[in-house]
């Protein structure tokens, strides 16, 4: 009788377990964003002293390396207000709540973004850059989570792979952008920080980037896939991880090519695959590319480290100015260069421009304002794709 009357009570209390997700919401919208771009945020806690928003939305004259806050006012019926003051570019942004000193998320905004273990709500403002980031009216391509095995770490591993729109019934084959993460980043990076799949459908939708396959893998070899999605279970994000840059990952690499070309309809010559990343991806992109000067004819590295941090790492990349000149000697159709000013990485950049000048080496340079962020990582990308497979 007692196992009937509890599964009786599961039962009737199941259904409101189950319709709290939909009356337990706040009645604020927040943000909101003006017609011109200003966006405001709002907040209900008539107990909090002090709340701040704080994000990466840039102030004019301020880099972009410098969090921008904004002190919100409480009314009398404990809601809090506070505006950016100004119109914002159009772009994707992040931010948080700080409530009486405690970093929270907004409650009234769902949207919501982890890099690598710090979690941000998101918006946009008319779509980001002439309106790629935003979910248009076009083709869609398919994005999918695929396991592969690797002889060389002994386990099954995960990747994201872009198919643009019409791969299923085309019969086509494809060429191949392998697109890799930061540091602390996983194979969600580039699809949900970097909005990877919306600048792809829309740059290939309006005809200024070819359709192509876009694999973008997890540069972590000592993980299977991202955090809390591997059998080790819900573990917290780790950014320095065992193996990230020692040369395990790049001596790996063509593990990743050949299971693309046994699985996908690809196009399987030099000058049908690029490859780009930013930061260690940028890294792991520069030294596949010399490693392999016959796998890939197009290079991108977005504000990409170029040596070695760790000493013991060292003679894994020994002859690097030897290699990228044997490169050279049959040189890649496109080798691109992005970095912002205000980045960490930026004199390093300026050293590695050095040695490919000093050996007459080709390359295209592009500087932007601001540092080691994704605004100026989903612009990389939305500027490079268009230089593919041309």
């Not at 003006?34 to 939305?57: E, Q, W």
């Not at 929270?104 to 998101?122: E, G, K, W």
């Not at 070819?210 to 999605?229: F, S, Y």
């Not at 059998?231 to 991880?241: A, F, R």
Request: proline letters at 6%; glycine letters at 8%.
């Amino acid at each position: 009788m007692k196992i009937k009357l509890t599964f009786a009570l599961m039962l009737a209390c199941s259904p409101a377990f189950a319709q709290q997700a939909l009356w337990g919401g706040t009645s604020l919208a927040s943000p909101v964003i003006d017609n011109d771009g200003t966006a405001t945020f709002r907040y209900h806690n008539p107990a909090a002293r002090s709340v701040k928003v704080t994000g990466d939305f840039k102030a004019r004259n301020e880099s972009d390396n410098v969090p921008q806050v904004i002190e919100m006012t409480k009314d009398s019926d404990g809601n809090w207000t506070g505006s950016t003051g100004a119109p914002l570019a159009p772009e994707l942004y992040s931010y948080a709540l700080e409530v009486d000193g405690v970093r929270t998320n907004d409650p009234s905004n769902v949207y919501i973004a982890r890099d690598v273990s710090t979690l941000s709500n998101i918006f946009i403002v008319d779509g980001g850059p002439d309106g790629l980031y935003g979910v248009q009216d076009v083709p869609h391509g398919t994005v999918s989570k695929t396991w592969y095995h690797s002889d060389m770490t002994g386990t099954d591993r995960r990747l994201t792979v872009y198919t643009p729109a019409g791969y299923e019934t085309s019969g086509r084959n494809y060429p191949v952008l392998y697109l890799l993460h930061g540091m602390g980043g996983d194979e969600n990076a580039w699809s949900e920080l970097g909005r990877a799949t919306q600048i792809l459908d829309n740059l290939i939708a309006s005809g200024k980037a070819r359709p192509m396959i876009v694999v973008m893998p997890n540069g972590n070899v000592d993980t299977a896939a991202a955090p809390g999605e591997t059998s080790l279970g819900l573990t917290l994000p780790d950014p320095n991880l065992p193996h990230t840059m020692d040369g395990t990952f790049e001596q790996a690499f063509p593990e990743i090519v050949e299971y693309i070309d046994a699985n996908y309809r690809t196009r399987r010559d030099k000058m049908s695959r690029a490859v780009a990343g930013l930061s260690m991806g940028g890294f792991h992109s520069l030294h596949i590319s010399k490693d392999y000067p016959d796998l890939t004819s197009y290079v991108g590295l977005f504000s990409a480290a170029v040596w070695p941090h760790k000493p013991e790492s060292a003679s894994r990349y020994a002859d690097m100015e030897e290699k990228i000149v044997r490169q050279f000697e049959n040189p890649p159709m496109l080798y691109w260069i992005a970095i912002g000013k205000d980045d960490f990485l930026y004199d390093t950049n300026v050293r590695f421009r050095e040695l490919l000048d000093r050996n007459n080496i080709p390359y295209t340079y592009t500087e932007s304002d601001g540092g080691h962020i994704w605004r100026n990582w989903r612009r990389y990308l939305a500027d490079f794709l268009p230089l593919l497979f041309r």
